[in-house]
């Protein structure tokens, strides 16, 4: 393979804007088509698997996809070690096919607790500077009485009639095996025929849990945390837990509006500010900021401050602020407020009103006068 990688969009042929189930429908095209099982002896077909589950491993984690698409890189991942607590290359095709080419061998299924899911709340701020958060979260803990087995006390679990042990059905087609959990047992290869009165059998018993939630700054609405570890224990002691995802949604600002790394907010100023100038503080993430108004500012007008957005999820330089001068024009006049304002239309002309002049220019143009 060439020392330069290929774009991973490429790799699996999709387009950047392709969803989860598109990303995962074509890693299971291609890894079928040049897994080394169906290609014996081809080191391009084996070299094509290893780019694809690269590309897969990545894609497939909104985090390591989020990194990807602002940074380009994957900080050295290995198909076949992984990093950074990721899947490796068996991990992923016992997710995808369920045991598809013996990517896990007989006796080494274990049984994996469920995801859990959690949706967090955070104000605008917290988004943008990252926060800790503790939430609650109900998930089930070991039972006591049976020490998470399952089984009567004093009574043993006995070994599945089904895969007898195992763990799994196994199919040989052709010139690959392809595996599946054994149903009666769960993947466990025991059956629990005496089940524990405190737990039915379960191995354990909800309570609630509280559980530390890092957020770096930079996340969205939409955003999805991994917690590796923290979802549901494992049906037996020789599993896993499963993970806690935490989904973010962020709380709108009566201010400030988010547009990616941007943060845009409207100034009302009046008309004598818009005409004469002035110097106002202008609110930010970082507190007020003097903002300098020249004299004839329009509406709509945009001043940028440089630095005062939001930084990129997965970190960079923070974005830019947006200010978007709006004049307010006064609904209610004093007979002395009027007299003034009817005084400088009078004396208004081209110089002061050069926008408006040429407008009218225009029209007369076009009707011919």
Request: net charge neutral; proline share 7%.
């Amino acid at each position: 393979m060439s020392s330069e990688k290929r774009d991973f969009y490429e790799v699996l042929g999709v387009p950047r804007s392709a969803s989860g189930e598109e990303i995962r429908s074509a890693f299971k095209r291609l890894a079928m088509e040049f897994h080394p099982d169906r290609n014996p002896g081809n080191h391009a077909a084996e070299d094509r698997f290893k780019e694809v589950a690269e590309a897969y491993d990545c894609l497939s984690d909104p985090e390591k996809r989020a990194r990807y698409d602002q940074f380009g890189s994957t900080q050295g991942f290995d198909p076949f070690t992984g990093f950074g607590g990721a899947a490796t290359i068996n991990d992923i095709f016992g997710e995808i096919f369920g045991e598809v080419f013996g990517a896990h061998r007989r006796g080494q299924r274990r049984a994996r607790g469920a995801d859990l899911r959690y949706n967090l709340e955070l104000s605008f701020e917290e988004a943008a500077f990252g926060a800790t958060s503790r939430i609650e979260i109900q998930r089930p803990r070991r039972c006591e009485t049976c020490r998470g087995s399952g089984a009567q006390p004093g009574t043993q679990p006995k070994q599945c009639p089904t895969c007898r042990g195992s763990g799994e059905i196994r199919l040989q087609q052709g010139f690959f095996a392809i595996s599946r959990t054994c149903g009666p047992c769960r993947g466990e290869g025991k059956i629990i025929t005496d089940r524990c009165p405190t737990c039915s059998g379960a191995g354990g018993m909800a309570e609630k849990s509280m559980v530390d939630v890092k957020v770096p700054p930079g996340v969205d609405s939409g955003t999805r945390l991994k917690l590796r570890g923290e979802g549901e224990p494992a049906p037996s002691p020789s599993g896993e837990a499963g993970d806690l995802y935490v989904v973010v949604e962020v709380r709108e600002h009566p201010i400030f509006r988010r547009q990616d790394t941007e943060v845009v907010c409207e100034l009302p100023i009046s008309i004598a500010q818009a005409a004469l100038g002035a110097s106002v503080d202008v609110p930010t993430l970082d507190g007020p900021h003097k903002l300098k108004i020249p004299a004839g500012t329009q509406p709509g007008k945009t001043f940028r401050l440089k630095g005062k957005g939001i930084a990129p999820l997965g970190g960079g330089s923070r974005g830019d602020q947006h200010v978007q001068v709006q004049v307010e024009v006064p609904t209610h006049l004093t007979k002395e407020q009027r007299e003034l304002m009817e005084r400088f239309a009078a004396l208004s002309g081209e110089e002061t009103n050069p926008a408006s002049s040429r407008f009218w220019s225009k029209v007369a143009e076009l009707l011919g006068k």
